[in-house]
Antibody, heavy 120, light 107 residues
Framework: EVQLVESGGGLVQPGRSLKLSCAAS????????MAWVRQAPKKGLEWVAT????????YYRDSVKGRFTISRDNAKSTLYLQMDSLRSEDTATYYC?????????????WGQGTLVTVSS | DIQMTQSPASLSASLGETVTIECLAS??????LAWYQQKPGKSPQLLIY???SLNDGVPSRFSGSGSGTQYSLKINSLQSEDVSIYFC?????????FGGGTKLELK
């Protein structure tokens, strides 16, 4: 059974940093492209970033480019999202998601999410 | 960016009824369209991909159709467990974008 378990969320002040983790199990992590998708409270879904199966390629939405860094450790089957210079508009539940196969494929599996609140 | 417009934003229907949710893309996405179901307090789950392919384990009362810029999700014989928010998503071009969601409630 595919499982994605996020951690690392919490309350953080504007301008500070936070690092999210996503522990994957139930599939060969190193075979799949992975992503972070966020959902602001009572709002819709927004793709944040994607990383290729081997970590060689990364993709970001414009609003987080230069502030967020997606990475992975295939030996630990873990996905990360380093979030720097956080803003109030980054407040959201962050979901770890597995692309079906290729970069740009739909999101076949999702974690339960971790809430990030950016506030002073 | 490709804009995805869903309608209606909310929908109330009776058990056993058939409901349809629409999704309009701002440009041709060549059937690169997925639908997700998000039950209250839960994470989204994939229902349909490539506009009309049913994900494993999804009940056959769900179906998807459409092409070009216009797509739809149909739920036949509505069940109580279908109360959810439904989102469409284009995976044709980055940034991959979602519709605003359709909240489905029981009448």
């Amino acid at each position: 059974e595919v499982q994605l378990v996020e951690s690392g969320g919490g309350l953080v002040q504007p301008g500070r940093s936070l690092k999210l983790s996503c522990a994957a199990s139930g599939f060969t992590f190193s075979d799949y492209n992975m992503a972070w998708v966020r959902q602001a409270p009572k709002k819709g879904l927004e793709w944040v970033a994607t990383i290729s199966y081997d970590g060689s390629s990364t993709y970001y939405r414009d609003s987080v480019k230069g502030r967020f860094t997606i990475s992975r450790d295939n030996a630990k089957s873990t996905l990360y999202l380093q979030m720097d210079s956080l803003r109030s508009e980054d407040t959201a539940t962050y979901y770890c998601a597995r692309h079906a196969a290729a970069i740009g494929d739909w999101f076949a599996y999702w974690g339960q999410g971790t809430l990030v609140t950016v506030s002073s | 960016d490709i804009q995805m417009t869903q309608s209606p934003a909310s929908l109330s229907a009776s058990l056993g009824e058939t409901v349809t949710i629409e999704c309009l893309a701002s440009e041709d996405i060549y059937s690169n369209l997925a639908w997700y179901q998000q039950k209250p307090g839960k994470s989204p789950q994939l229902l349909i991909y490539y506009a009309n392919s049913l994900n494993d384990g999804v009940p056959s009362r769900f179906s998807g159709s459409g092409s070009g810029t216009q797509y739809s999700l149909k739920i036949n014989s509505l069940q109580s467990e279908d109360v959810s928010i439904y989102f469409c998503q284009q995976n044709y071009d980055s940034p991959w974008t979602f519709g605003g969601g359709t909240k489905l409630e029981l009448k």
